[in-house]
């Protein structure tokens, strides 16, 4: 493996709820190499959207240690883009002024020559032509489905040429062939702009689909149970999800997502019940 | 025989939303209704005009206000009165309260104080203010201050503290400062319920109005009001009180007509 572009370290978040120390996350070890697809899935509880916030930036770890390229963050930064479930794009702009809302903040302006603001138009242009977003341009959010909020919000998020792309169950709030469509688009930018992609998500499937490595994360207290690597070529397609190895990987995940979620069906209060059905 | 293929909207639907014109036929309805019961009320010679003056009385006075009496004066004083005291309240209220709902040291500072002064009668600081302030155009204006800055800054604080925790850390990862946040984000984020809480506390200081021209004040539709008391002239009362709630719902009209034209987004789908 190429020297890693994310390095997770002994990773732990704790925090207090009415005065019980609850540990979030603990002892997450974690390496990601660069242009890789990595996705967290787990029960609720697990910790994986806390080791994503973290790798973000947006929450302070309580031990260890995150590196992007050995440096250890401190704090976000523009390396690192975070796409949200929702609620993120900003209501009042227009979608190409969404995309380029980073053009207006100092970090991009400072270093701004003539040359640098022809070639950010150029790519604003291309995001929103390669995001399927050309027509609704000069649209707002509100005037959009979920799925073409969540484009943008990609668009938005890619317009900076981050390194590493965050996103925070991107797609939990659309419906399944929305879903399917975002799933190759996203695999599609990914690889044309070589972008590290850590995904959270609770749906085991688009975790496989998506991704070269999926982490399994379990809860009480948060922490990585096990990592598989996914048999499938980079190259991905819908009819992959049919294949032996794909529904294997999945009822293993799954099985791993049940034996630690600590929700278990109670078969034999079922059974009685169904001998005694109400009147 | 013909058939409608547009299917008419159902008037009782939950939630239901109306068409525009049945909407003012009926708002307009209950404007009439009000004043019909009124008119028969006082017409039918059951009430004494004294405690029910007839709504030709009551035009007649407003009549006699407008020509004898300086009714535009008193206008002009009151209306100053009440955007002087808004101005000064937005005008303290809007940066302090866009601090409150985005710093937490700034909310612990100011948000108990706040809640506390807030549940003081604003009628109750009269002497106070007449002893700090005096007795002229600067106390009235302090009155309408006092009851409408202390809501106004932590219905501010509370806009500003809805706005989606994901529209500000989107722009962190983008590379934001805390500067460019608040301004980039936050301000324009929450101004749409700015402006709509600044059109609800412009309504409480047209209330109070009365409360503040009860310190020595000798002009103004309030004034008028309290004088019309004393002289038991209820059918100038009536005329002051419908002409403050007048100007209320003009001010309420163009602060929504303000809205429509300065959030296009909000009314587009």
């Not at chain 2, 700090?132 to 009155?143: H, S």
Request: glycine residues 8%; neutral net charge.
């Amino acid at each position: 493996m190429t020297s890693p572009i994310i390095q997770i370290r002994q990773l732990q978040k704790r925090f207090a709820a009415n005065g019980a120390d609850i540990v979030a996350l603990q002892d997450a070890d974690l390496d990601i190499a660069p242009g890789e697809f990595v996705t967290l899935v787990g029960a609720s509880g697990c910790g994986k959207s806390t080791l994503l916030r973290i790798v973000g930036g947006l929450e302070p770890a309580s031990g260890g240690s995150v590196s992007v390229d050995g440096v250890p963050i401190a704090g976000p930064g523009i390396d690192r883009a975070m796409v949200f479930q929702h609620y993120s794009l900003y209501p009042w702009l227009t979608v190409t002024e969404n995309i380029t809302f980073c053009r207006q903040l100092k970090v991009h302006r400072d270093v701004s020559t003539l040359s640098d603001v022809e070639s950010a138009e150029g790519r604003a242009d291309a995001l929103v032509r390669l995001m399927g977003l050309s027509h609704v341009a000069d649209a707002y959010p509100n005037q959009l489905s979920g799925g073409m909020q969540q484009r943008v919000a990609i668009a938005r998020a890619l317009m900076a040429r981050p390194r590493i792309l965050l996103m925070d169950e991107p797609f939990g709030a659309l419906d399944a062939q929305t879903r399917e469509v975002m799933h190759d688009l996203i695999l599609h930018v990914s690889i044309l702009e070589k972008t590290t992609v850590l995904f959270v998500t609770h749906d085991v499937e688009e975790a496989i689909y998506l991704a070269h490595r999926v982490v399994l994360m379990a809860p009480r207290p948060g922490h990585i149970a096990a990592v598989h690597t996914v048999p499938l070529q980079d190259h991905r397609d819908q009819d992959m999800k049919q294949t032996p190895g794909f529904i294997a990987l999945k009822k293993q995940i799954l099985a791993g997502i049940r034996e630690t979620s600590g929700m278990q069906t109670n078969y034999e209060l079922l059974e009685r019940l169904g001998q005694n059905p109400a009147p | 025989m013909t058939v409608n293929l547009i299917p008419r909207r159902p008037l009782w639907a939950i939630r239901g939303s109306l068409d525009r014109r049945i909407h003012w036929l009926i708002a307009c309805c209950g404007l009439l209704l009000v004043l019909l019961a009124w008119w028969l009320a006082s017409t039918g010679g059951a009430v004494d005009p004294v405690f029910l003056p007839t709504p030709p009385l009551v035009l007649n006075s407003a009549w006699e206000w407008l020509h004898d009496g300086d009714l535009l004066g008193d206008i002009a004083i009151s209306v100053y009165r009440v955007v002087a005291g808004f101005l000064l309240s937005a005008v303290l209220a809007l940066p302090l309260g866009v601090l409150v709902g985005t710093y937490a040291p700034v909310k612990a500072l100011f948000e108990p104080l706040t809640d506390f002064i807030r549940y003081m009668p604003a009628a109750a600081f009269i002497p106070l203010v007449m002893l700090w302030v005096g007795i002229d155009e600067g106390a009235k204006i302090a009155i309408i201050f006092i009851g409408t800055f202390f809501q106004m800054l932590l219905m501010i604080a509370e806009d500003v503290r809805r706005v989606p925790m994901e529209q500000i850390e989107a722009a962190q990862t983008m590379g934001a400062d805390r500067d460019e946040i608040v301004m980039r984000v936050i301000m324009p984020s929450a101004k749409p319920a700015i402006l709509d809480t600044l059109r609800v506390t412009m309504g409480w200081a047209w209330t109070y109005l009365v409360v503040a021209e009860l310190v020595a004040a000798n002009s103004g539709l309030g004034f008028a009001v309290l004088k019309a008391q004393r002289f038991l002239q209820t059918d100038k009362i009536f005329a002051g009180i419908i002409l403050i709630g007048l100007f209320g719902l003009a001010t309420d009209q163009c602060f929504r007509w303000a809205h429509r034209r300065s959030f296009p987004w909000l009314y587009r789908r």
